[in-house]
């Protein structure tokens, strides 16, 4: 079992920059491939972004990529989603997620999910 949770959500202007955090415990952290969510109400979930367990392999949504980076600090059990140049567009709910490759979580499967960190962006 893995326990994911995210922490740096809040209120931005459009432009700015925000950094989310998701700390994970109980299984190998390691062990899995990290990805990003984004869910409003009514809306389907959408993949965001992910990193594999070694961190050399990335993957984004075409409507984050250049703006959006992910990273992982697998002492720290922590993958952050720094992002950056944000729009209005991207207020959502952002879910953390854990899954065996950055394949699978591209597919949308999904092993655990965090609980999710609210992101709004003030035009």
């Known amino acids: 079992q893995v326990q994911l949770v995210e922490s740096g959500g809040g209120l931005v202007q459009a432009g700015g920059s925000l950094r989310l955090s998701c700390a994970a415990s109980?299984?190998?952290?390691?062990?899995?491939?990290m990805g990003w969510f984004r869910q409003a109400p009514g809306k389907e979930r959408e993949f965001v972004g992910a990193?594999?367990?070694?961190?050399?392999?990335?993957s984004y949504a075409d409507s984050v990529k250049g703006r959006f980076s992910i990273s992982r600090d697998n002492a720290k059990n922590t993958a952050y989603l720094q992002m950056n140049s944000l729009k209005p567009e991207d207020t959502d709910v952002y879910h953390c997620?854990?899954?065996?490759?950055?394949?699978?979580?591209?597919?949308?499967?999904?092993?655990?999910w965090g609980q999710g960190t609210q992101v709004t962006v003030s035009s």
């Open positions: 997620a854990a899954g065996l490759s950055v394949r699978r979580l591209i597919a949308g499967t999904v092993d655990y």
């Open positions: 109980g299984r190998t952290f390691s062990s899995y491939a």
């Open positions: 990193i594999s367990w070694t961190g050399d392999i990335t």
